[in-house]
């Protein structure tokens, strides 16, 4: 069974970090796009950081540019979201997601984890 699961998520004050990982199960990323993805209250799915596993640059929304970073780790067959500098505003659930190419819409990624939550207190 392909599946995604999401952890390290949790409540810290503005400015401190969270790493969050997103280990794949059924299947290899190697070659897929895994992108990082959240949604606050009341808001939709945003685009956060995406990467190529296996090749081409990582990217990230300007929102979170020079605060967050997209890894990976093949022999874990897992990805994670290095987040620093957090500011109230980050606060929402944190999705990972599986697509064919690399982009920050949504609808290119067809496999999706559970989310793993983040909050973030001024």
């Known amino acids: 069974q392909m599946q995604l699961v999401e952890s390290g998520g949790g409540s810290v004050q503005a400015g401190g970090s969270l790493r969050l990982s997103c280990a794949a199960s059924g299947f290899l990323l190697i070659n897929k796009c895994v992108g990082w993805f959240r949604q606050a209250p009341g808001k939709g799915r945003e685009g956060v950081a995406t990467i190529r596993i296996g090749g081409g640059s990582p990217d990230s929304a300007d929102s979170v540019k020079g605060r967050f970073t997209i890894s990976q780790d093949n022999a874990k067959n897992t990805v994670y979201l290095q987040m620093n500098g957090l500011k109230p505003e980050d606060t929402g659930l944190y999705y990972c997601?599986?697509?064919?190419?690399?982009?920050?819409?949504?609808?290119?990624?067809?496999?999706w984890g559970q989310g793993t939550l983040v909050n973030v207190s001024s």
């Open positions: 997601a599986v697509g064919a190419w690399c982009s920050f819409s949504p609808t290119n990624f067809d496999l």
